[in-house]
């Protein structure tokens, strides 16, 4: 007896397994979606890449400024205020410039990471459900 209930019981699972995997899966749908994600995957990388470029920008223009400004401390003399005043100024300016590209470079990041805060797209087209 505990043996028929055994085997009845393996064959209705062998049975629900293959009813439930016999329906096809739809090719197409599944090659848009992919394609989808890869686009959507290039896209962030190519954002971060330009963000990366820009913030390594900033940082460059940020080192040649206090350089520049390093440099007309060092050559002005002790007495003299305004002798080396261009070299420091052309120093500030670039240290702004820099900090303001380097600010501005994290909208890129903002742009890649915007697609993972948005509702991703879960819908299963061969598993639609109708109430």
């Known amino acids: 007896m505990k043996t028929l209930t055994l085997i009845l019981f393996v064959l209705t699972l062998f049975v629900n397994a293959n009813a439930q995997s016999s329906q096809p899966l739809p090719y197409d749908s599944l090659v848009q979606r992919v394609l989808r994600l890869e686009a959507r ?26 350089l520049l400004t390093g440099l007309s401390y060092a050559v002005s003399e002790k007495g003299s205020v305004g002798s080396n005043q261009a070299l420091a100024i052309a120093g500030g300016t670039l240290i702004g410039l820099g900090g303001i590209i380097q600010i501005d470079s994290h909208r890129f990041t903002g742009k890649a990471g915007g697609f993972t805060r948005k509702k991703r797209d879960t819908s299963v087209p061969w598993q639609n459900k109708t109430k």
């Open 41 to 66: 995957q290039d896209l962030v990388q190519t954002n971060l890449n330009r963000g990366h470029r820009q913030f390594r920008t900033g940082t460059a223009m940020m080192v040649v400024g206090v």
